[in-house]
């Protein structure tokens, strides 16, 4: 395959005539309930560009939602896909097992938070891995109830539906919901800012007392079999929650025999500028939940944590046909043999300073840009309407679709609809990623 050429091109109208006859071929083949963010086909994607079928070539500052974060079919991975392919693609690691399911399991164990003697399981999806955290600490605490936050995101099965937060669009008609699960509040220091105050918005033991007054009113360790939190919230905006928050959740779940379970499901493998989210704040979760930067868009997911915890299900407890997929494994071990061996990390911290300083820089001439926060190469903008913090879902929206009629793939989130999210690749060059920025600064001034 020849290289992608790094560069934004318009060759056609957004969507070009090639996409929009694949786009009535999806309407008549597709269940309507799977939409798009845009109408436009891919085929090749690279670097920090996407192409699509008409030759248009869009800066990508979205990663496929946090997958491809060290690049779309990153050379190691692309390699050891095809390797692993051409020896078995699947035998069943329950049935017959092979040592790359162990060699994930190892990895994963080294990378994560703390020292302790940790295990691993594998899974599919984000959504699989969720589900099996929660049986896993149901099982080692004997317990049940399960505690959630207010603008969470964890999946969209019956399980992780009951977990996830908002209504429109993961739950809105999917009801009944799993039973045993609660809600508490989170810290959100631009929200908590105009409701709680400004102590509540930087004092993050503050915001955690609040939470687990909540909790132990309303539900009581002794019910309580995990709290799960995402240590940088995802599809509810961005949310960096204010310092201290996690390491008080956290240290009330030690004392009172919770399971704490950190989904970094979006958050993991560089890219917030750590390997995990979680090590900002020093913090050693009980589980750990990964899935989407893991293995460059190959599906794997995994929950990892100390082995005492880990081990409580009984042998055949655990498990599932495709979990821990040898080809998925492989490129698992390669993504993270390139996050290593190229710097990622540090690349994602250089991200972040490149974003916060542009942005920050828009923001200081715009009053509709109400908040630039987030960390690494998860970095958010939450748009509100003009001297106000009154969210505006109506111009996040325009400002979306502006930006895929211009060859920039950007993505919004957040409870309101409001937050424009930026999940850049990070093998996407300076230039790129300044270039998609200048051209959201232009649309944001026209309209
Ligand atoms: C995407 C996501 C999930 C669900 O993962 P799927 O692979 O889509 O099932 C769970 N938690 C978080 C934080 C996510 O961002």
Sequence with gaps: MSALEQSRQLATAIPGPRSTELSARKSAAVAGGV???????????????????????????????????IGN???????????????????????????????????????TPGDEDKR?????????????????????????????????????TNLTMALTAKSMPYKHGFGPFAPEIYRAPLSYPYRDAEFGGKELATDGELAARRAITVIDKQIGADNLAAVIIEPIQGEGGFIVP?????????????????????????????????????????????????????????????????AEIMDAPHVGGLGGTYGGNPVACAAALATIETIEGDGLVARAAQIESLMKDKLGR????????????????????????????????????????????????????????????????????DELLLEGLDVLELILRDL
């Design 120 to 156: 691993t399981a594998l899974f599919n999806s984000g959504s699989e891995a969720v589900e099996n955290a929660v049986k896993i600490a149901r099982t080692f605490t004997g317990k049940q109830a399960v505690v959630a936050f207010d603008h969470a995101y964890h999946g969209r």
């Design 362 to 429: 828009i923001q200081a001439e715009d009053d509709r840009i109400g908040d630039v926060r987030g960390r690494g190469a998860m970095i958010a903008v939450e748009l509100v309407k003009p001297g106000t913090t009154e969210p505006d879902a109506d111009l996040t929206k325009k400002l979306c679709a502006a930006a895929h009629q211009a060859g920039v793939i950007v993505l919004s989130c957040g409870t309101f609809g409001n937050v424009l999210r930026f999940l850049p690749p990070l093998a996407i060059s």
């Design 35 to 69: 939409g798009n963010t845009m109408p436009v086909y891919a085929a090749r994607a690279y670097g920090g560009i996407v192409e699509d079928v008409d030759g248009n070539r869009l800066i990508d500052l979205g990663s496929g939602i946090a997958v491809t974060t």
């Design 242 to 306: 204010a310092e201290g928050f996690l390491p008080s959740l956290l240290d009330w779940c030690r004392a009172n025999n919770v399971v704490f379970i950190a989904d970094e499901v979006q958050t993991g493998f560089a890219r917030t500028g750590a390997m995990f989210a979680c090590e900002h704040e020093g913090i050693v979760p009980d589980l750990i939940v990964t899935a989407k930067g893991i293995a460059d868009g190959m599906p794997l997911s995994a929950v990892t944590g100390r």
């Design 73 to 111: 079919a990153s050379p190691r991975v692309v390699e050891a896909v095809a390797a692993q392919a051409a020896q078995f693609t699947h035998t069943c690691f329950m049935v017959t097992p092979y040592e790359g399911y162990v060699a994930v399991a190892e990895a994963l164990n080294r990378l």
